[in-house]
Nanobody, 120 residues
Framework: QLQLVESGGGLVQPGGSLRLSCAAS????????IGWFRQAPGKEREGISC????????NYAGSVKGRFTISRDDAKNTVYLQMNSLKPEDTAIYYC?????????????WGQGTQVTVSS
């Protein structure tokens, strides 16, 4: 069974940093692109970043570009999202998902989400 588990969320002050992890179990992550998404209360889910299966290609939404960095460590079966210069508007539940390729809109697995709250 394909499972993804996010961790690393929490409460951070504006300008602070967090690193989210997306760990896979039941399958080898290196066959999949991994996307990070977020959903704030009352808003639609937003795709914010994706990394290709070989790690050679990444993309970012304009709202996070230059502040967030996606990476993967296939030896650890984990994808990371380093989030710097956090803003209150980054507050949301963050999810990762496995897909055949970035932008495919077909997801083989979703994590349960991790809450990120940016507040002073």
């Amino acid at each position: 069974q394909l499972q993804l588990v996010e961790s690393g969320g929490g409460l951070v002050q504006p300008g602070g940093s967090l690193r989210l992890s997306c760990a896979a179990s039941g399958f080898d992550l290196d066959y999949y692109a991994i996307g990070w998404f977020r959903q704030a209360p009352g808003k639609e889910r937003e795709g914010i970043s994706c990394i290709s299966s070989d790690g050679e290609s990444t993309n970012y939404a304009g709202s996070v570009k230059g502040r967030f960095t996606i990476s993967r460590d296939d030896a650890k079966n984990t994808v990371y999202l380093q989030m710097n210069s956090l803003k209150p508007e980054d507050t949301a539940i963050y999810y990762c998902a496995a897909e055949p390729r970035c932008g495919s809109s077909w997801y083989d697995a979703w994590g349960q989400g991790t809450q990120v709250t940016v507040s002073s």
